[in-house]
């Protein structure tokens, strides 16, 4: 048996807890009772396991702890928590009335986007382990990702849903009626399920490198983190949805200018969708 190292596992395993905790909590909750209330802390449940997500990959790089087990726990978490989470917290959200078309037709997008989500992680998986003795296509593969992140995907689903409850919206539009309001989301949970699997690039922020002053750093990264934890806990509908969808949309807008450039120019070459022969 090959070795399981625990540090990287135990943070995965934190993450899972989040996203089991969202899907249990909402499951005791009433239909459309609470929704605002119960969007919010599931999204915050959903930003730490984005967090735990981020961090005990880095973690097992830096100790080099990194194993199959932890490849695959990983994954499994990651369906939990950003595959079936926010479909559970999208349907229990709106107060359908069962055996009606439009109950039929959010169930429907939830599993497509559940679906999608799956597939997207083993497409991952198995493209990780096609590159993995070939440095230069390991470096390619980690400049961008094919098809939407899972944990991006999660987000954009659930800030969409707690912006349209929240007070915010209400004050700035007039309320979206009941049925507009579940035909909007479950199109917006197609959407993001397509772009999981679809074959357009989205940037990879762990190749983000930036040459600045040290000191420059530091005082960015404490500005940037008091805008972030304000914004968190007075605007967090406005900032979560700010964040996910335009990390969706920067990524459509490349792949587009890169479509249109064309293959012979050097524009965005890193966004050059997939084509099926590397499936």
Known sequence: MRQIYLIPNIITAFGLSCGLFVVFKVNLSMPGAGAYELLYSSALLLLLAAFADLLDGAVARIIRAESEFGVMFDSLADTISFGVAPSVLFLKSLNLEHASGLSFFAV?????????????????????????????????????????????????AVSVNLFINSIFFKEWFAEMPHVAKTIVLTCVMIVIGYLMICKWKFPSLKTLHVRVPSFHLILFTVLLAIFILYGIFYYLPIVLMIGSVGYILTGCVLTIIRLIAGKKSKTLVDFEPESDDKE
């Open 108 to 156: 429907v997008g939830a599993m497509l986007y559940t679906i999608c989500g799956v597939l997207r992680l083993v497409r991952f998986n198995v493209r990780v382990q096609e590159v993995k003795k070939d440095k230069i296509a390991m470096l390619a593969h980690k400049k961008s990702f094919t098809g939407l992140p899972i944990p991006a995907a999660a987000a954009g």
